[in-house]
């Protein structure tokens, strides 16, 4: 009875460690975004690393780079290689995201590293692969002769089947989560977190003022280019001058007489009208009506009927009353 209590008890804790091992691994299993993240930093740095080098050689003859380029992205490539996977077993890409390979096929659930054949093997089919696929791609297009076709059909026929293949190996990886690259599933190297990451409490009722906030920014921005703000600013100017009695009865009478334009209350330069009883300067009413084709006179509200110049006699009668 004692033995039997005995290999229950221990059939019980290893059932507890294998679901403690596997909650382990679900809660720190890494997002599928954060995968793609690393890939994308990845090629931004070879791009970024690339358009250096370019520049290096920028006053030189053009052109100078370009029978070379295949290789020299190679080198470049190898290079980061070298100082990143080779030596921390991570990325550039997945440095930053707290990311590193690990062996998935170890028989332990520890983590291990990936060996040195795994990286080898990484490298070349990341890197030479990638070269290969470019001269290649030169080569046949500077050598039109018959023995070239059918190796040129060939080579096209492999790399459709290994598009074909990554097509297959990334829809399962957004099924699954595991291996984003079709190079990553034939290795067996698997992302991982460097370190175990904290259970991330979220704030509902942050993250909802935030996303009402941001909304309404953005009916804002959609808005405002809409509202005719110059006739709304003319429109409430009409209405809040009589009630406050801004102008009093000497600045109506030099409004109506033409001595003051409607719009800024200066003396009007080039005055003009546009079929009411005030004056306007040019350049007022003339941006003011480019503004807005709905234009109406401030102080009446006549609409705008066509902006004509005052007359030579009228500018004289006024200036001699003054």
């Known amino acids: 009875m004692e033995r039997g209590r005995f290999a229950d008890s221990q059939e019980t804790c290893r059932e507890g460690m294998a679901s403690r091992e596997e909650t382990q691994e679900s809660t720190h299993r890494v997002l599928r975004i954060s995968q793609l993240d690393a890939l994308e930093l990845n090629k931004a740095l070879e791009q970024l690393v690339w358009s250096q080098f370019t520049q290096c050689f920028h006053g030189f003859k053009p052109g100078l780079l370009a029978s070379f380029e295949p290789e020299l992205k190679a080198f470049l490539c190898l290079f980061l290689w070298r100082f990143t996977l080779y030596s921390k077993n991570a990325t550039v890409g997945q440095s930053v995201l707290n990311i590193q390979y690990k062996n998935d096929f170890s028989p332990t659930m520890r983590y291990q590293p990936p060996s040195q054949s795994q990286k080898l093997w990484f490298a070349i089919c990341m890197i030479g692969g990638r070269w290969l696929e470019e001269r290649c791609y030169d080569l046949f297009r500077n050598r039109h002769l018959a023995s070239f076709g059918k190796v040129k ?142 234009f109406t006179c401030p102080k009446c509200g006549t609409e705008v009927q066509g902006v004509q110049p005052l007359k030579s006699g009228c500018e004289m009668s006024e200036a001699n009353a003054l």
């Open 153 to 294: 059909q060939c080579v096209n026929i492999a790399v459709g089947l290994w598009k074909l293949g990554e097509l297959l190996n990334f829809l399962v990886f957004l099924q699954r989560g595991k291996f984003a690259t079709l190079t990553e599933r034939l290795l067996g190297l698997r992302s991982v977190f460097c370190r175990p990451q904290p259970a991330r409490e979220v704030g509902f009722e942050y993250l909802n003022r935030e996303l009402l906030w941001h909304g309404f920014a953005e009916f804002l921005i959609f808005l405002l280019p809409l509202v005719n703000v110059q006739k709304l600013k003319a429109r409430l100017s009409s209405w809040c001058i009589p009630l406050t009695g801004a102008p009093d009865g000497g600045d109506s009478a030099a409004a109506a007489s033409g001595r003051q334009c409607a719009l800024c209350g200066e003396w009007p330069t080039m005055p003009h009208a546009i079929g009411c009883q005030h004056v306007f300067c040019y350049y007022c009413v003339k941006s003011s009506f480019l503004f807005d084709m709905y």
